[in-house]
């Protein structure tokens, strides 16, 4: 592979974004979802409870493009003026949350972890795969930024993690899965075993539970967990984890991949309740909103804090690790099982071609994991130019999506704002596997 100068690099980038029309097609649901609840009694039913960040407080910084390959980046922007002159997007800098935990996990967990000391958890046992996918991705369960965030902030609370990594160990530990073995328990399963992760997860669990312990799934904790309980408690950030000396029973919480279940919508419900006052993006501008989507829980998130709490928001989750029905069916899930856990009332209004995610497919198609051909470069060009790290795989499809989308935008359009989530321990682990496209940044572009 020959080595391009740092504008080539910056148009390939560029041309293998999908088109506007290419992204209109993946709208999601073919319903619109809306709570009968207004927005101040969804806030209060909804998100008066413990949490384990102590604010959801994040950065929110501005990127401008105003002719290629030139990015500039403003940390201070000024959000009530609409200047569509320069083109720019904003930055939700949730990369900034944690230096070990990508931000989508931490927003994940936010009130994940009150609900396992509430129900006195002593153990995490954690299983890794991709979404829907569970033998086909190369990497294995190695690096998974999922078990590394349960490992470091389970390990920070006082609470034991079991981290099961599909395949074997590597001869090196690097990146995620170094993380996951620092601060968790990790155990490598045959991907014989991994098939049928559900058995796998129970038998495990079984076993560090022993005689005296007992085995809980997410639906049990969520179900003996009521919002007054939780609402009455310190925030978790301020509790004293030790154990209780009358409880001797161990007690194991299995957390579904990725934290996909409909708690981890609490997290990023906060966050859009955050950003959506009057001083940073307020309520009443329109915006196109950009994630990246492993699971899709974090674009979920989004779409349906927007619906409830009445924002003229609309979210564009590019599809990363499943194709649309499959990330159509995740929504259909995590609504469903929302409105199970948390007794709101929504009205489907079955409008034709609406829904609470805008599906859009990635600008360059591939099997989830790879790494194609110039990305790195990219990724290294937007490192330097602006001091944001992006990774191929994820925040990279979501960076050219807003850089598209921010490019279209009429002068009077909507406002376009990406979630940086994170990834950079990810990067570690793609370099010591992508040698051959991580060789090439030895010599910078433009050396000879």
Known sequence: MSVRNSKDVFLIMRLRLPSSAAMIRCN????????????????????????????????????IHTQAPTLLLNTHPSFGVHDKQSKYFYIVRDDLLHPLVNGNKARKLDALLPLLHHSSVTDVVQYN??????????????????????????????????LLLRGEQPEILTGYNLMSTMYGNVTYVPRTVYANREEMLKSYANSVAGNNGSVLWFSDIIQASSASELSTSPNFMQMDVSRSEGNHLRKILVVNEGAGDSVA???????VQYLSQDHLLGKQRPIKFVVDAGTGTTAVGLGLAAHCLGLPWEVYAVMLADKIDGYRKQEERLISEFKKHFNIEFIDFNREGAGIVNWVERGRPRKFGNVLEGEVEACQQIAQQTGILVDPVYTLAAWETAMLLSSKEA????????LHT????????????YTNYFGMLKKGPDQF
């Open 129 to 162: 795969t991709t979404f829907h996918q569970l033998i086909t991705v190369t990497c294995g369960g190695c690096q998974s930024a999922h078990t590394a965030a349960i490992a470091v902030l389970c390990a920070e609370r006082g609470i034991v993690s079991h």
């Open 28 to 63: 999601s649901l073919h319903n619109q979802i809306v709570s009968n609840l207004g927005s101040e009694e969804f806030t209060q039913k909804v998100l008066n409870r413990r949490w384990t960040l102590p604010s959801p407080e994040t950065k929110i910084h501005q990127l």
């Open 411 to 418: 002068e009077e359009g909507p406002e376009v704002v990406l």
């Open 265 to 271: 919508l609490l997290g990023v419900i906060r966050l």
């Open 422 to 433: 994170g990834g950079t321990l990810g990067m570690f682990g793609l370099a010591q596997r």
